[in-house]
């Protein structure tokens, strides 16, 4: 049972440069989200989605964007990567409504140099 | 606005001893609320859940919380910790639409 999967797990990039992660979950989740972990700041909601084809902003969105085409799958996408970047990213996932339990995958380490 | 506060930032602990690990949320309503912890390079494991009854839940790994309404807490404990419970935990409280806010963490390293 794979639960939320999370790739790459590291990557480096350069400023300016784009790149998308992705994220998988196999346990028919509504709702996902993405996250970004700092230092002292535990983790902020970067966008979300409650389910196939919709997406919505969180607390810390711009410089980012997102697609849900499948329900299975959450896209998160840098089109023009800078040092503020630098973090570490999580997926989530969890059934509709406030009650259930979110799902984590294992992060993406992204240093943006 | 709904918010977390995790005062301590680190706290160290001896292999054996007990555990408390402090969290006060702000919310207008009961509150739906959580522990998570974090080993280091995984994700977020949920540890327990406070929704409704009962004050005093239990969770995995012999962890417990009390939610104190008057005092705004949701404060964790574990009578006594295994040095394989260093990790971060993270107390959280639902905010609406499915969504969740995380307070900032607390390091918790084992002395031998």
């Known amino acids: 049972n794979a639960g939320v999967t999370q790739t790459p797990k590291f990557r480096v990039l350069k400023t300016g440069q784009s790149m998308t992660l992705l994220c998988a979950q196999d346990m028919n989740h509504e709702y996902m989200y993405w996250y970004r972990q700092d230092p002292g700041m535990g983790l902020r909601l970067i966008h979300y989605s409650v389910g196939e084809g919709t997406t919505a902003k969180g607390e810390v969105p711009d410089g980012y964007n997102v697609s849900r085409l499948k329900k299975q799958n959450f896209l998160l996408g840098l089109e023009s990567a800078a040092p503020s970047q630098t973090s570490v990213y999580f997926c989530?996932?969890?059934?509709?409504?406030?009650?259930?339990?979110?799902?984590f995958g294992a992060g993406t380490r992204l240093s943006v140099l | 606005a709904q918010s977390v506060t995790q005062p301590d930032i680190h706290i160290t602990v001896s292999e054996g001893a007990s555990l408390e690990l402090r969290c006060n949320y702000s919310?207008?309503?009961?509150?739906?609320l959580f522990w998570y912890v974090q080993s280091p390079g995984q994700g977020l494991q949920l540890l327990l859940k406070y929704f409704s009854g009962d004050t005093l839940v239990q969770g995995i790994k012999g962890f417990e919380a009390e939610f104190k309404r008057s005092q705004s807490s949701f404060n964790l404990r574990k009578p006594s910790v295994h040095w394989s419970d260093a990790a971060e935990y993270f107390c959280?409280?639902?905010?609406?639409?499915?969504?969740?806010?995380f307070g900032s963490g607390t390091r918790l390293s084992i002395r031998p």
């Open positions: 959280a409280v639902y905010s609406s639409a499915s969504k969740i806010i």
């Open positions: 919310y207008g309503a009961t509150p739906y």
């Open positions: 989530a996932s969890t059934e509709s409504g406030a009650k259930n339990i979110q799902y």
